[in-house]
């Protein structure tokens, strides 16, 4: 596709030209350059976009963008835009316009059609994590004893008028709107349309057409499990009862897979989410507070070196030596606590078979234990010509790398246990462990072989 | 859905009773447990599985128990398997039993039909991270002068004969087979049956149809970034002269993008891909690689602190102390590094916009390294009652910050400038960075402002 370069158009109005041939997010990725330059020809070419693409595109740009442009357009304008929307983003930017001025929110809301306000009311109620909150409730449902034809012209008009996209299948409810089954339009396109849905379920079985749903209450993350398990690209999401309210498409799991990701890897590093608008002073306050956590652990572990005062002033050589162990141990326990976490979170690692992953872990530690336990060993009795110091620090070795193994594999699992995020924090606990491991068994050893 | 556990059934009979209600992910995942508890079980239930089911269900296994099965079932088991597959996973599950036995993979090739023999050899020439290995090359497509009814008739024939699925859509070729329209089935079902796909083109304008293609040749990472940005389900791949050769349905994405975000995660920690099926000892193997590498590092942060043995020796509470500065700093590294690799791997930046994201992380550690240059500064006074030796880690924390910002922010972009992934091996560099400028800003400053 290569769309990307080509598609940047940095002047306003061959940009309002080219409208036609742009996808939203092409047309934002523009803005966002054009804001760069000139914050008059940003809202310029948004004031010019035509009603059915300014929501689209308003969606693609980023948080800052998106808030700067809910400014300065006038409530006509947002509304109109918001109009053409399905449900869930129409709940999301009104959400957002809420945060920032709530009396244009409401005025914006009291434009749309009640249809609308009440969709957008439902949805409202879900919390972030749920699934509720990311489905749209746009779908094509037929009744059970509705002909296809009849739902087919159906289909025409809500196409027509704009009011449904992405469709892989027919969705057909009873007349409780229970869920019963799922047609795909490859599998309808084929059928007799003058039969009734019932009769099709009853000639076809009804295994044929069991949907894929999950409850609106149910984590999204979840959800986004049974989509890789299954290689679904849609779900029927369901309510009270089985009654259908709302489905959700690949693209916002894909969406949601590359968000978790990008938590799980920022948790590890200590960092809270990094969104693109946080001031620099925000970020450095967020990061700050894993800073004084790493800062308690450092002044523990200093503790510890501090106790051996007297056995570094006998032996220097000790201080030029034990970050070596603190660092080996810590890189090692790194490894493990990334495989383990990550595994855990692609549901590969449970309670269950942990035993398996855990001394795998172990072992593996053990073994590289011992191997650079030679290694370092012989590099510090060349370097300081001390037998005995070689074998401290080939000792230190391995019970710090042996440590690294077994905490490294245990924690996630432990905060697991305790419903904590194994990512969160697992980082911090592990350093500690391996520096004080490190610090203590390296200096102590000293104490007791070298004094 | 809540189906994972309901449908473990450890019990072969039990299990080959049920097939009926279960997804081939579903009985993967029983014969998994199967498997542990008894091997002959296992191949049992495989040996009964229908033809239909079997390929599936063996492409859902972990690699370890594929090999197995490989292994035990007969080349009429597995040909009947492979051929009912569709054409990717026939040449994935081809060229895994081919590393295996030769032999067998090509008595199993020549007993599939000549179409898709074809087929296969085509799809074997594509490396690994390009779109071509990622596509099928199964889909519902059609001539320009076709009838849409003559086309569906040929679904139906297809769709009986289980040689499609997952279809969304008709790709439209002409005569030389290049891609010219991709129409929904959503739009398709509502048009008049008797128009060839010329007229309704005509009609509607291109624009409508126009199709979202990728080349054969470009990279799979790439194409999923296409799926974010535009929000699709399914891609057309073109190869020579945009002949339509397959398609990329958005299940593959998913696991891609998994899969991506498992290895960057890996790499920053420092471990090659973890299969399930290494034994500890390969798996030791591939983790010292980076533990040498680390000691290498390490070692040099300690001759750093080998030149100040004497300082050291004057002020063993410097001993104490400089892993405070070296942690931090390391700590504020790691967080920089993660955002700045993840946020690039998302596309979120590049070289041209990079400059604004290196300014706040500077910004950011420039600022924390002043809160906690205080702080530090603060504690260390009232731990050794040395005002002289707070100001020396005052000081040595804002430099160590300030660099573990810039080092972090830079180093990945660096890498990245020279084609190396900035995941592996950025975080090494960094923590050299940060020991060194740690231990050295550290320790000078002390034999500068203490002797």
């Known amino acids: 596709m290569k769309i990307n370069e080509k598609s940047i158009e940095k002047n306003p109005t061959e940009l309002l030209k080219k409208l036609d041939k742009l996808h939203p997010s092409d047309i934002a990725h523009s803005l966002k350059k054009i804001k760069k330059s000139n914050p008059d020809d940003f809202i310029f070419v948004l004031k010019n976009l035509p009603e059915d693409v300014l929501g689209d595109v308003i969606l693609e740009l980023p948080e800052k963008l998106r808030e700067y442009?809910?400014?300065?357009?006038?409530?006509?304008?947002?509304?109109?835009?918001?109009?053409e929307l399905e449900s869930d983003d129409q709940t999301d930017i009104l959400q957002e316009i809420e945060e920032l001025n709530v009396d244009k929110a409401k005025e914006i809301f009291d434009g749309l059609e009640v249809d609308d306000q009440e969709e957008i009311n439902w949805l409202k109620r879900y919390e972030a994590g749920e699934a509720g909150a990311y489905m749209q409730t746009e779908l094509f449902s037929a009744n059970l004893n509705e002909t296809i034809s009849?739902?087919?012209e159906k289909l025409r008009i809500a196409k027509e008028e704009k009011e449904l996209e992405n469709i892989h299948q027919v969705y057909i409810v009873d007349d409780n709107k229970i869920l019963v089954a799922s047609i795909l339009l490859e599998d309808l396109i084929i059928f007799d349309y003058k039969k009734t849905y019932k009769e099709i379920i009853e000639e076809h079985g009804e295994k044929r057409f069991k949907p894929y749903k999950v409850n609106d209450d149910e984590l999204i993350k979840d959800v986004a499990k049974q989509f890789e398990k299954y290689d679904l690209s849609?779900?029927?999401?369901?309510?009270?009862?089985?009654?259908?309210?709302?489905?959700?498409?690949?693209?916002?799991?894909?969406?949601?897979?590359?968000?978790?990701?990008t938590e799980q890897m920022y948790q590890l590093a200590g960092v809270h989410d990094d969104f693109e608008h946080?001031?620099?002073?925000?970020?450095?306050?967020?990061?700050?507070?894993w800073l004084f956590i790493n800062l308690g652990t450092a002044i523990l572990a200093?503790?510890?070196i501090g106790f051996f005062d007297q056995t570094i002033q006998a032996f220097v050589a000790l201080a030029v030596l034990m970050p070596i162990v603190a660092s080996m141990g810590g890189n090692a326990g790194t490894q493990t606590l990334a495989v383990m976490v990550r595994r855990m979170a692609l549901g590969e690692i449970d309670f269950e078979n942990s035993k398996d992953a855990i001394?795998?872990?172990?072992?593996?530690?053990?073994?590289n234990g011992i191997l650079f336990a030679?290694?370092?060993g012989i590099i510090t009795y060349f370097w300081f010509n001390t037998v005995l110091l070689g074998l401290v620090i080939a000792l230190s070795m391995i019970i710090n790398l042996f440590s690294a193994g077994f905490f490294g594999a245990t924690i996630p699992l432990f905060l697991k246990k305790y419903n904590?995020?194994?990512?969160?924090?697992?980082?911090?606990?592990?350093?500690?462990?391996?520096?004080?491991?490190?610090?203590f068994s390296f200096l102590m050893l000293a104490k007791l072989i070298l004094l």
């Open 69 to 83: 442009a809910y400014n300065e357009l006038t409530i006509e304008k947002l509304t109109d835009a918001v109009d």
């Open 150 to 152: 009849n739902s087919i």
């Open 234 to 261: 849609v779900v029927a999401v369901v309510g009270y009862q089985n009654m259908l309210i709302g489905r959700i498409t690949s693209d916002d799991i894909l969406d949601v897979i590359e968000d978790s990701a």
């Open 278 to 289: 946080d001031s620099f002073i925000f970020t450095a306050k967020k990061r700050a507070m």
């Open 302 to 304: 200093s503790m510890v």
């Open 359 to 367: 001394m795998k872990e172990i072992l593996v530690s053990l073994l």
């Open 374 to 376: 030679f290694v370092v």
């Open 420 to 439: 904590i995020d194994p990512a969160v924090g697992s980082t911090v606990l592990l350093t500690t462990v391996t520096d004080i491991v490190g610090f």
